[in-house]
């Protein structure tokens, strides 16, 4: 088996020239693409129409390969966008393609799989059903790849939304959760239990959202209005994968945590120089992904910060473009996936990181 990662650069949203001419070259087979993960210069927000005008064009390129229509493109392919490219961040997008021709070796390298929940009814929607259901999928998603909880680094979700019905007669005694923020929290909270990061005796509807201390360090969760069932993609090292990448992960105690990037690095055998990667060592960074917030309670490290009251500038604006500068700085490479908001991602006020690396030779990062 065998993963291996294309990094593409969009000059908008809409452009995907750069896979088409790798298509074109023989260089991927569409019929290969798991997934496609991508930054585009939208508000990041829920009326942000950059994902969509992305996925749109993906959908329009890679439906004749793969004999569907565009629309049904994502049935095949797991597409995530995460609109706010703040600061210095590059618009990009990551094709993964799997080859599952057998590799024997001793060695773990870059293993990916993807699965999808059942559909969701609206009210299960941030509360202990979505838990339970993101956690059984992750779960068999561990097991296909045959990997233990130690192996997993990262694991990308995008949650469902289900529309809520117009129905007078279907009025629930508990409010509607049926929203980005409760789809997100309670996406990552079966990730973690998945992981064994929590226990299912923590877990109950009143804590989501409200339990800080409860979270995944490898849960990456947006959500999708309209959505109806979520799509999960779980990254590991493994057994029977071509050592060509691996991925590690480590976790942001706040969004100023540098030492949690260099912990990340040293993993995957890059030592920065002076505090940054050298050219050669960061042209083996081929993904780097983070979650961000700006801390709800006001402050960092002591110190009152204004991303909540600002009303020129969005805190998401604010949170992504401190975590995408650090990250881009530590790396020296622009091309960084940072979302927001982190609900139970992380602990409050700080965030998951995960960086995928070409392997140096002899280094193994399992």
Known sequence: MRTQVHRFFSSSPADVSGLAAAIAAGEI??????????????????????????IMALGRLLGPSLDCTAEEIEDRI?????????GVTCP????????????PGLEKGLALAVGYTRSFAPEEVGRLPMILET???VRGLQSQLEVSADDVHLVQVKGAIPPIPVDPERQLAKEWRCDMAWSRGASALGVALALGEVTGDALHDEMINRDWTQFSARASVSAK?????????????????VAE?????GVMRDILDTGAIYQVLGALGLEPINGQ?????????????????ADPRGSVRGRRHTMWTDGDISDMRHSRSVV???????????AVYVSTRAEHQGPLGGGPVAIIARRAHGRDCS
Not at 31 to 51: C, M, Y
Not at 78 to 86: A, I, P, Y
Not at 225 to 241: D, H, Q, T, V
Not at 324 to 334: A, I, M, P
């Open 29 to 54: 087979e569409p019929q290969q693409i798991v997934a496609i993960l991508g930054k585009t210069e939208g508000n990041g927000a829920i009326n942000d129409f950059s994902r969509g005008l992305a």
């Open 225 to 241: 209005p309209a959505l109806l069932r979520s799509e999960i993609c779980l990254f590991a090292n493994a057994s029977g994968w």
């Open 245 to 249: 990448y691996q991925i590690a992960h």
């Open 324 to 334: 995408s500068s650090l990250l881009s700085g530590v790396l020296g490479e622009s």
């Open 277 to 293: 990667l050298s050219k050669d060592a960061s042209a083996r960074v081929l993904g780097a992904f983070a979650k961000s917030d």
């Open 92 to 103: 990009h997008y990551l094709v993964f393609t799997v080859d599952e021709t057998p590799a």
């Open 135 to 137: 956690a059984r999928v």
């Open 78 to 86: 797991v597409l995530s966008f995460s609109g706010g490219t703040e």
